[in-house]
Each structure stands twice: as C-alpha cells, then as structure tokens.
C-alpha cells in the first residue's frame, strides 16, 4: 500500500454528517473470488499486512465498527479521519483511488464495504495494471510485477528489487514471480457473481498512488509521493 507523509485529505465526492444509507448490495462477508485474480489479491493483501477490516497503521477511526459493517460512504468518512495514510481495507485503497474504482465497477457510497465489494474494486485496480493481457500472455510476469508495484507500494518492483516508491517492502521480487507463475497456473477467474468490468475512457490522473496507468515502456513514471503507504 501506499506510504508515510501528510494528512490525507477529506476524499472528493466523500459522505458527510451522519452517514449513508445501505443499498443493500454487496452485503457477502466473504470473497467472491477465484483463480489467478484470488491469488494474486491474496499475494497483495499478505504483502500489505491487511484484512477486509484494516486502516492504516492500525488506527480505529470508526468507533469500534468493523469496516465490512459498513457503507462505502461511511468507510470514505473513516479514512478521512486517518493519521499518516489514508489506506484502509483488505487491499489499502487510497483517498484518491476508491472513487476511480467506484466508478469503474458501479458501486456506490451506499453499497456496503462488504468483502464482495473489496474484491470487486480491487479486481478492477488488477485489470487496470493489466490483468487481462497477462492472462492471455500478452503482459509478462516482470512487466505486469512492476504494473502491481505502481499500485500497492510494499510491492517490489521486478526490475529494482525496491518499492516503487521507496518504501520498505515485506516480500522480495522473487516471491512475487512466484507467486504470479504460480498464479498463471491455477484455473481462470475473476469475480463469480459477475466480472468486473475492464477500465475504459480517459486515462486515470498520474498523481496518487493507484492511479497510474502506464503501460510497459511507454510513457514517464511518476515522481516519488509522500503520501504512499507502508
């Protein structure tokens, strides 16, 4: 996940006062997913140190209630309230990259913080980093390695052997290939109910950590941000 530095900001769009109300969608407590996508999310998800209830640094900013309980609305309300980071949840999404992937799968600030939703939103971050060519091996394990790396940030980065952003990292490079050989290995899949649908339009912004969308060899990194997680 991203790491160390300012205060987040409240997110764009975010919920206010008391709350949403629950739309009711999304209500599983468990994940949806399978194949390749599971275990690389669980890969990510073991690199950040996180469960489906997690904020940064291990901080409560909700009053006890778990995040899985709650609405996307009240959990963006949460980790606005954060200290260090805004990462929060099993896959340490950002104040500026749980809206692009809200909208990228549908979801809403009423739908509920559920397992099922985390997943979804991180399968849509995984298509984004080129999920979809690295399946049909278009992508290969080095180049799709360093795309997850531009993502979670206590990822390594295939060609450096460092986070991309420079920050401590739990996992080695070669952990990750295998994990993603090993990956390429089990059955397809991606999220059961109904796949999440690939990133399309505009091209997201180049300035937080999960919205980099750079292809392998084309275009400029980014600079080094203060506000990536762990």
Do not use: C
């Amino acid at each position: 996940a991203p790491a160390a530095g300012a205060t987040p900001s409240t997110p764009a769009g975010g919920a206010t006062g008391g709350g949403t109300t629950p739309s009711g969608k999304g209500t599983s407590g468990s994940s949806t997913l399978t194949g390749p996508a599971k275990k690389i999310l669980d890969h990510m998800a073991d690199s950040e140190g996180s469960n489906y209830n997690t904020q940064f640094g291990y901080q409560n900013t909700t009053s006890g209630k778990k995040l899985t309980e709650m609405t996307i609305g009240e959990v963006r309300e949460a980790q606005a309230r954060q200290r260090g980071s805004s990462a929060i949840g099993r896959y340490q999404f950002m104040a500026k990259t749980l809206p692009e992937a809200m909208k990228g799968t549908g979801l809403t600030d009423r739908d509920m913080f559920s397992a099922e939703n985390q997943d979804k939103l991180a399968m849509w971050l995984l298509k984004r980093r080129g999920y979809d060519k690295w399946v049909s091996g278009q992508l290969s394990d080095k180049d799709f390695g360093r795309n997850l790396s531009m993502e979670w940030a206590s990822v390594p980065n295939p060609y450096t052997g460092g986070s991309y952003y420079g920050q401590k990292v739990k996992y080695g490079s070669d952990v990750l290939l295998k994990a993603l050989q090993e990956a390429k290995g089990s059955t397809s899949g991606q999220i059961t109910p109904q796949s999440t649908p690939s990133p399309t339009g505009a091209q997201p912004s180049v300035n937080a950590p999960g919205t980099l969308n750079i292809a392998p060899g084309v275009g400029t990194p980014p600079a080094k941000m203060k506000d990536r997680e762990r």
